[in-house]
């Protein structure tokens, strides 16, 4: 298997994923994109990991992954906050600070 | 050789159509449950590269837990889930621009940088292995993580109390 393969893959995640997060107005979505970017990140570090025949791939894979459990814990919370305030999750409707 | 390739090949066609589906979809129920399809993908494709532990904690951690909470979130905001509402906001053409824009200049790097490069699985890295790093190299950034996690966690009943 070439190494390519596996970052290509994982460079299109993390793109898709951005294009969520630029295009989507539901907040859940938002996050959703999120994670798929998270998602790529880990192939690439596995990857690597796998490249250079270490375990270390799987180490810092693993803290991304607690790490993006923290992240959907805290966002769903203040997407809720958001919906108990403004009765929409849309991020288009946060405009507050918008001059 | 050709069959590993074939299973990734497989793998990463499923991955993609899946991202395609959690960008497109019109139901917030079926984004999160396309992105099953990619997270499950990617188990597959860690077990491909022969690191077998973080395939099963992506497995038991995303898809057992991290997908709960996004259907918990999306029941508890009322998401729309009618087909004939919109989800994207009128930057849908920038966005696009954006993406296609970052994935051209990074497919260009790798295969500049990595042309050829082969990974070569030989054994698959033992849990054993990962513990050891774990506990000795990087213990302080694991506990670290931890209070991370206590914070989160704190945090996240902070917030989404009524009160």
Sequence with gaps: ?99 | MIAENVVFYLLAAAMALGAIGVVRTKNVVHAALYLVVVLAGGAAQFILLGQEFVAWVQVLVYIGAVIVLFLFGIMLTRAPMHPKETLDNDLRWPAAVTALFLVGILVGLLVHTFHGEKVNVTAPIRTGQITNAIFTTYIIPFEVVGVLLLGALIGAVVLARKD
Aim: glycine content about 8%; proline content about 0%; charged content about 10%.
């Design chain 1, 1 to 99: 298997m070439l190494l390519n393969q596996f970052l290509i893959l994982a460079a299109f995640l993390f793109c898709t994923g951005a294009y969520g997060v630029l295009a989507r107005k539901h907040a859940v979505l938002v996050l959703m994109s999120i994670e798929l970017m998270l998602a790529g990140v880990n192939l690439n570090l596995v990857a690597f990991g796998a490249f250079h025949n270490s375990e270390l791939g799987q180490v810092f894979a693993l803290f991304v992954l607690t790490i993006a459990a923290a992240e959907v814990g805290i966002g769903l919370a203040i997407v809720l906050l958001i919906y108990r305030n403004l009765h929409s999750a849309d991020l288009d409707d946060v405009d507050t600070m918008k001059g």
